[in-house]
């Protein structure tokens, strides 16, 4: 299929471009990536496996690991071996939607992660799950995260609410490290939809001590 790679997008020794595929302006594919049948944003630095994926704007996935089948928002960050598995043991792929478990039709569906997510090195992500808003995510994801949480069940320990302010922090210091300006409209954007998830986490609280993985 075609191959459309925008201006000032840098493709890396050894990479492998599959059509139909779009790379974004500004775009680098790292070393030895493979990227077929996806679209990939603007200013993302891409590498490892990307497979029939779309990829929104200022996506970090430089390191090995495997998204296949799976729908990326703007500025998630994915560490090195993070992986997605696309496909159900039982035939076509479940999804939750407000409780509700629906399924696709689809044999191979990888699940959404949202804007701002962040996924530990080493992460695994199940079939047709969802990574909310700005949450972050460590070890093994087998279901369903709320936006704005701290989830970490993998080693035991219990999801918690990330506090906005501290999200807004974060988004400020990566759009800076990209020479991007974070507007007030984007901060008044994470603000509205941390109001309109906050019945997504129910019970859950801010963590009172720092994060730690002992």
């Known amino acids: 299929g075609p191959i459309y790679i925008g201006e ?55 390191h090995a690991g495997f998204l296949g089948h799976a729908y990326v928002g703007e500025w998630v960050e994915l560490g090195a071996l993070f992986t997605n598995s696309d496909r159900s043991m039982h ?18 569906f990888g699940g959404i992660i949202a804007d701002y997510a962040k996924a530990s090195a080493g992460s695994l992500l199940y079939a047709g799950r969802r990574i909310g808003v700005a949450s972050q995510v460590y070890g093994a994801v087998w279901e369903d995260v709320p936006s704005f949480v ?13 506090e906005v302010d501290e999200v807004l922090r974060a988004a ?38 720092p994060f730690r993985l002992d």
């Open 150 to 162: 701290l989830y970490a069940k993998n080693y035991g320990l219990p999801a918690s609410e990330i």
């Open 172 to 209: 400020r210091r990566t759009a800076a490290l990209r020479e991007v300006e974070f507007t007030p409209a984007d901060e008044q954007l994470l603000r509205r939809v941390f109001e309109l998830t906050r019945e997504e986490r129910g019970a859950l609280e801010p963590r009172r001590e």
């Open 91 to 108: 035939g076509s792929v479940r999804v939750t939607a407000r409780g509700v478990g629906i399924d696709t039709g689809l044999t191979e």
């Open 8 to 62: 000032a997008c840098e493709i890396r020794v050894g990479s492998f471009i599959e059509g139909p595929a779009y790379i974004g302006p500004g775009t680098i594919v790292h070393p030895s990536s493979i990227v077929s049948g996806s679209n990939i944003g603007p200013a993302c630095r891409i590498g490892g496996e990307v497979e029939s994926t779309v990829i929104h704007g200022y996506v970090d996935k430089r």
